[in-house]
């Protein structure tokens, strides 16, 4: 049995707590305090976990003793442990109500085929759920994950090394940051070509994170676990003051929230020079603060199209070097039709005059609609991908790939709105004359005919008379 049919066949469990009234979300909670234990005693590292709360004490209860002994050890793990144990089981609760609900789940967990799990990965079964939860509607789970398609290729052109601070402010489930850890590991021979002090640096400082919502945290602990990193994922809002101390970091990869604060509310960040209520355009602010002044710190970030934000737009073109723009297709995200860009940018060792010209390249006009039965693959972007990396972007032969000059950019309001192509399925009317003037023009021509011809009879008729 491999990793996606396990995935399948933990999904379908869910099936049995429809009547405990349990939500996807909650269920992928659930999931994941006995998956804890269950990947701990297949790894050999439950050392930490007190031995009468460990997987093997779980599997030998049943009924209501099994239902008592599963909230004691919850409560426990999460008040009297210590390190990642505690972050996970903080606050836990469960939503089960009927025992053989909860007992069923073990017993099916119990009796997956581990060890092909432990060959394709326990890190990539669990990012299996996640993405399963994701890609559920009912779950609500699409917000905070992005397409692993996508944070692949933004991984890629980033080009994160070996002993770089990598960051997502907006961390959701850890996403961005695994695929840069497999990014390295693949580059490094699972870490193997690196020193034992790098290696320890890739495993505790290399990736952190930070995210506001308390069960989406405990995923990414939980994810950040089974890929062997153990740098520091903050539950807080990047938004508040707690964001002023997350910088210093030579990449940053992230998909922050869209939308504005409740209410209207300002983000509580003292430090931000442009006030707003937009998330988006608050997180932008916090990114390109939170990079090194080196000249190679580095930022890909997803944010949708925005009129507002043009004094902080201005303001990430003075102080880094926005080279690239990607103009992503509609319909990839949660929200259907929310138009999406990625913007590629490098901090400068100063604060002025960063940005001398802006790529942008279209991959959302004349594009397919794509969605859950027309997923996003690699080869939409092997054209992107081609253009970014040419060594002169100049001599790129793609009506997609245009460039404009900062001057360009400032005549537009500092919008980056633009280098959008023709769009084939829009009729272009400058070439059509008005409908309403074409049929005035036929009338003023017929009368000027019809002048003409009573003007050539009355010529005849005096013609004739004469003779």
Not at 200 to 210: D, I, L, T, V
Request: proline share 3%.
């Amino acid at each position: 049995m491999n990793n996606q049919e396990i995935v399948a066949k933990l999904w379908n469990l869910c099936n049995v707590l429809r009547d405990d009234g349990i939500t996807y979300h909650q269920y992928v909670s659930e999931l994941t305090y006995i998956l804890f234990l269950k990947m701990s005693k297949e790894t050999s590292t439950d050392g930490q976990i007190p031995e009468n709360y460990r997987w093997d004490e779980l599997v030998k209860k049943q009924g209501i003793d099994l239902k008592k002994f599963y909230n004691e050890l919850l409560n426990h793990l999460g008040e009297n442990s210590a390190g990642r144990i505690k972050e996970i089981y903080s606050g836990s609760r469960s939503n089960i109500d009927e025992p053989k609900n909860l007992e069923k789940i073990i017993k099916s967990i119990d009796e997956l085929d581990w060890y092909s799990a432990k060959e394709e990965g326990l890190g990539n079964l669990y990012e299996g759920l996640l993405e399963k939860n994701a890609n559920e509607k009912k779950s609500g789970a699409g917000q905070y994950f992005t397409p692993r398609v996508l944070i692949d290729i933004m991984v890629k052109l980033i080009d994160p090394q070996p002993g770089e601070k990598c960051n997502d402010p907006a961390c959701g489930t850890f996403g961005f940051m695994i695929a840069a850890d497999r990014y390295i590991k693949e580059k490094t021979d699972n870490l193997f070509d690196l020193s034992l002090e790098e290696q320890e640096f890739q495993r505790k400082n290399a990736f952190s994170g930070c995210e506001l919502v308390h069960d989406t945290h405990r995923l990414a602990l939980m994810n950040a676990m089974l890929h062997d990193i153990e740098g520091e994922i903050i539950l807080g809002d990047t938004l508040s003051n707690v964001g002023k101390n997350l910088k210093g970091f030579d990449v940053v990869l992230t998909n922050p929230p869209f939308g504005t604060k409740k209410g209207g509310e300002r983000a509580t960040r003292d430090d931000f020079v442009y006030q707003t209520s937009n998330k988006q355009l608050n997180f932008l602010q916090h990114i390109y603060r939170s990079l090194r002044t080196n000249g190679k710190a580095r930022a890909a970030v997803v944010l949708p199209d925005n009129s507002d934000g043009a004094s902080i737009r201005a303001d990430l073109m003075e102080k880094c070097n926005l080279h690239t723009v990607l103009r992503l297709p509609t319909g990839i995200f949660y929200a259907q039709g929310v138009k999406t860009n990625v913007l590629f940018f490098t901090r400068g060792t100063t604060d002025k005059g960063n940005t001398k010209e802006v790529w942008f390249y279209d991959l959302r006009t004349n594009m397919q609609n794509f969605g859950k039965t027309k997923p996003l693959k690699r080869e939409h972007f092997e054209d992107f991908i081609k253009a970014y990396t040419a060594e002169d972007r100049r001599a790129v032969k793609d009506e997609r790939f245009t460039v404009l000059t900062r001057e360009q950019i400032k005549e537009k309001n500092d919008s980056l709105d633009l280098g959008l192509i023709r769009d084939d399925s829009i009729l272009d009317y400058e070439d059509m004359q008005d409908p309403i003037e074409n049929g005035e023009e036929v009338i003023l021509q017929l009368k000027e005919a019809t002048d003409l011809l009573m003007s050539v009879v009355s010529e005849l008729k005096n013609l004739g008379g004469k003779k």
